[in-house]
């Protein structure tokens, strides 16, 4: 099998609509894919019923976005219930809070001299999902004041930049517990190495269950690593794309194999 466990929509900040996404991966030979948009089930939910009558299998997934005193941080939830009334609770929380935190980030670039509607930044997002900071930085580009997505980052609302807000959603314990009770598999999204030895025994002792290794672009000594600290706390292994938009290239240039993640998809009975 053909897998990608880490794909976004426009349910959050991704660039292609989930039944076309859906369709895109199946033309691509993708047999089995997780939708995990940022603190939304509406694109894995889109996503699965798209699915039905092709040869392709979602998992069911979500990203969801934390925050400790020192970083930020993602945890994937694999293989969660879609109609749990607490995480649908959570995304509704997570919306208004992503809205708040945009609204914060706009007054910082006002005063800075750049102007920017929240109404562009809701369009840059199709006027669907939640609105994160990917969207403030195509709204940045449009309005002339950043040469790309990437300069918008680094030069206003990348982590340390001026405009920059942390998010003000749950801690990671908080995530790694509203996936479990859900039914999920909470996965660490793409571990920086540097930060393995501090915090993966926090997480662990948090109840974290794997941690996302294969990933595009990876150096060997990286991917060794992340295997290695996986094991030797008897973690899960995962892999993915973190696929949002055609920039990276055709959804489907980069795939995991089933041996490397065969215990994770074995959880969910694939």
Known sequence: MDIDLHIHTTASDGMLPPADLVKACAAASLDVIAIADHDTLAGSIEAIEAARGL????????????????????????????????LRAYTREAKD?????????LDRLHAQGFRVEFDAVVAASDGKGTVGRP??????????????????????????????????????????????????????????VYQLDALLPVLVGGG?????????????????????????????LSGGSDWHGPDAGPVGTFRVRAEQVAELLAVGGI
């Open 55 to 86: 040869p392709i299998h979602v998992v069911p997934a979500i990203e969801i976005s934390a925050s400790s005193p020192d970083c930020d941080l993602h945890i994937l939830g694999y293989f969660v219930d879609p109609s749990s009334a607490e």
């Open 97 to 105: 809070a992503r809205e708040r935190r945009l609204a914060e980030m």
């Open 208 to 236: 974290l269950k794997g941690i996302e290794v294969y990933r595009p672009g990876m150096l060997v000594s990286k991917l060794m690593r992340l295997e290695a600290a996986a094991r030797a706390a008897r973690l899960l």
């Open 135 to 192: 969207h403030l930085a195509r709204a940045l580009v449009k309005a002339g004041h950043a040469s790309s997505e990437q300069d918008a980052f680094e030069r206003f609302i990348g982590n340390a930049s001026p405009a920059y807000v942390p998010n003000s959603l749950v801690n990671p314990e908080e995530a790694i517990a509203l996936i479990a009770r859900a039914g999920g598999v909470p996965v660490w999204a793409h571990p920086p």
